[in-house]
């Protein structure tokens, strides 16, 4: 059966608010450079979670190592990620980049296991091969000179950091109570690490890239930032490979979003969404556990 609890809910509230989020990632893209959208994301994000906070009285807890591993984790996953993510968007487009970062649940399997101790079922690794089938799908068949193969490696990048951080962020959140004071915690850390970059690469361009694309990328910081929340409160209460997988719903909202929006700006054909549902229902079964 299909676990019903809590970590599934909060699992796909981040699934359905990352769909949002990688839409209006590729509308922000159209204005701005993926350095510039990776700084005013997370600066958005942070406005959203500090009010949050305050709205709900949420509290930080004592000072210890778990803001350390808070902070890695928020570096690896939004940090590092968001930024590989955009440039997979700007070179292969989101309804292919969104399914492919979608085979992270492969690598945060393997480091749960090895790391976390976490005891995924024959099964669970039935639906690892499905994301894999999945992933062959959308990358195979004729480029049409409209993407080159090598450019998947962006959102590959981006699938490997996002399981890496998700083995930090399941270390660090028993410690959080709230899982608001935790999903601020990893931002802001995610938005030292972009913006440090985007000074550091392209200050000229940065002052444009705000002007042309703020208002866009403003609405992708508030809802990825609850999206942030979200994933937070899932790997709160969940295993990784289960909460990892599930997510990855997302590419299956992706591209139905992409489908109805998005039809002039992508080049989707038949293995997009094919792909996409073999990942998705791959995270699905990743997420079963058989009775007895």
Known sequence: MLIL?????????????YAVADIGLRFGMLHTNPFVGATITPFFGILTLAALMAATGARFPPFGEHYLWL?????????????LFMFGIAKIGVARAAPIK???PLLALV???????????????????LVVT???IISSGRTEGRWRRIDACWPL????????????WR????????????????????????????????PERIAGGIQKAWKPLLIVGVVAAIGQYFFAGALQRGEVYRMVALIQASPLFTVAFALLFLRHAEAITWRVPAGALLTVSGAVLVNLRLAG
């Open 134 to 136: 999945g992933i062959v």
């Open 171 to 202: 270390k660090a959140l028993p410690m959080f109570p709230d899982a608001i004071a935790g999903a601020l915690v990893g931002l802001v850390a995610a938005f030292v690490l972009t913006l440090a970059y985007a000074l550091a690469v392209m």
């Open 102 to 104: 979608g085979s992270s």
């Open 71 to 83: 902070a890695v984790a928020g570096i690896f996953n939004p940090g590092l990620f968001i930024i």
């Open 157 to 168: 990048a981006a699938a490997a950091s996002s399981a890496v951080g998700a083995i930090f």
């Open 111 to 129: 480091l749960a296991v090895i790391f976390l101790g976490e005891q995924p079922e024959w099964y669970h690794l039935t639906g690892v091969l």
């Open 5 to 17: 609890d809590t970590a599934f809910f909060f699992a796909m509230g981040a699934a359905l608010s």
